[in-house]
């Protein structure tokens, strides 16, 4: 099974990635910093599972390279172009916000995870709240993504679904 994880903070990305190794030794590991990364791996490798932040930055961020303009809502903007292309992979959100500005008003994580629901359900997995000094949302993540291991077919929609470009 290929996993990809798109997060941009390193010690997260790290966290999150000895996780899934220290459960899953046999999965293929991906690692991507940021939106447009992103979107490459998962339209160049198909991966079986994403595992997605909330906020990235549009651009990995590298000795002359600042990320470019960092977006609250970037894992939405994958989302979307996953839904865009037709793409269907499951995901699972992985953030360690519990609001995201957006304008001059503070959306809270309920609000995120039935917007991601409602608007991305064909792929949305779940929601876990990344927090580093409680170890719950380890469980959480091996829950979630062994829901999409037992049940291939039913995490995409249906078999075979996912759509080639």
């Known amino acids: 099974m290929k996993v990809l994880i798109v997060e941009d903070d390193e010690f997260k990305q790290r966290r999150i990635a000895q996780i ?10 991906s690692l991507e910093r940021s939106v447009n990364s992103g979107l490459s791996a998962i339209v160049e490798r198909r991966p079986d599972i994403i595992l997605l932040d909330m906020s990235l930055t549009t651009f990995d961020v590298g000795p002359r390279e600042s990320g470019g303009r960092p977006q609250n809502f970037g894992g939405l903007e994958i989302l979307r ?17 519990e609001r995201f500005a957006a304008g001059r ?15 991305h359900g064909q792929v949305f997995k779940g929601l876990v709240y990344y927090n580093s000094a409680k170890g719950s949302w380890e469980k959480i993540l091996r829950t ?11 995490a995409n929609g249906r078999k075979n679904s996912r759509r080639r470009r």
């Open 144 to 154: 979630l993504i062994n829901k999409i291991r037992d049940k291939p077919e039913e």
């Open 20 to 29: 899934v190794r220290e459960a899953y030794p046999d999965i293929e590991l």
């Open 81 to 97: 172009h996953m839904e865009r292309l037709q793409i269907v992979i499951p995901v699972i959100v992985i953030t360690q916000h």
């Open 105 to 119: 008003k503070e959306i809270h994580l309920a609000a995120v995870h039935k917007e991601l629901e409602e608007e």
